[in-house]
């Protein structure tokens, strides 16, 4: 499975748009990117999953560049509900694998 | 629809006693995964299964045991608990043709005394 690298920790402002860049550089040809949200004494819920270029939800973009081997989680203007901790995945849509999750990133939004 | 269900929500244990850890999912998801997060840490992956009667180890699985009788239902057992199993667990299904977005439970936290 391809490994992720993306920082321990981020601090932003309310109404400021954050990215999260995650790095992998191992990413398989039938790889997707997936980006989890985690809050405290919760599970973590899914956000956005992209395979190339750009993705876009009511929550989140996701952009991939043509590589692969990076991608950024964009969450616009961001509020004290938006602290929590994210997680990139990369791994199969399919196949007989669990998802595995990295130490993730933890974001702290101040008023 | 319930989705995934844990129980219990919290649990003391002694060192030595054995329990198992429920987990029930109504989307008729094929795969299924236990993970334990420990303090400020990220998930680790204990055991999973895709599919009923199908399972394997992950990263961390000394110390549990799994089963997969049906597609509903994965408990973890604990064989003999211990105080390095102190943690929160989850369970997660998702469905085999689904992509990657999984469906969490909201936890069990134990405790190893």
């Known amino acids: 499975l391809a490994k992720t690298t993306q920082p321990i920790s981020m601090d932003s402002y309310e109404g400021q748009e954050v990215n999260i860049t995650c790095s992998h550089n191992n990413i398989a040809t039938n790889d997707y990117i997936t980006w989890y949200q985690q809050f405290p004494s919760q599970g973590p819920r899914f956000i956005i999953q992209g395979y190339k270029t750009k993705v876009t939800n009511e929550v989140a973009s996701l952009f991939i560049p043509a590589d692969r081997k990076s991608s950024t989680l964009s969450l616009p203007r961001v509020s004290l509900s938006d602290t929590a901790v994210y997680y990139c995945l990369v791994g199969p849509s399919a196949g007989r694998r669990a998802l595995t999750f990295g130490s993730g990133t933890r974001l702290q939004v101040q008023p | 629809n319930a989705g995934v269900t844990q129980t219990p929500k919290f649990q003391v244990l002694k060192t030595g006693q054995s329990m198992t850890l429920q987990c029930a999912q109504d989307?008729?998801?094929?795969?299924m995964s236990w993970y334990r997060q420990d303090p400020g840490m990220g998930l680790r992956l204990i055991h999973y299964s895709v599919g009923a009667g199908i399972t394997d180890q992950g990263e961390v699985p000394n110390g549990y045991n799994v089963s997969r009788s049906t597609t509903e239902d994965f408990p973890l057992r604990l064989l003999s608990a211990a105080p390095s199993q102190t943690s929160v667990y989850f369970c997660?299904?998702?469905?085999?043709?689904?992509?990657?977005?999984?469906?969490f439970g909201q936890g069990t936290r134990l405790t190893v005394v």
């Open positions: 997660a299904s998702r469905p085999q043709g689904g992509g990657t977005e999984a469906f």
């Open positions: 989307m008729n998801h094929e795969y």
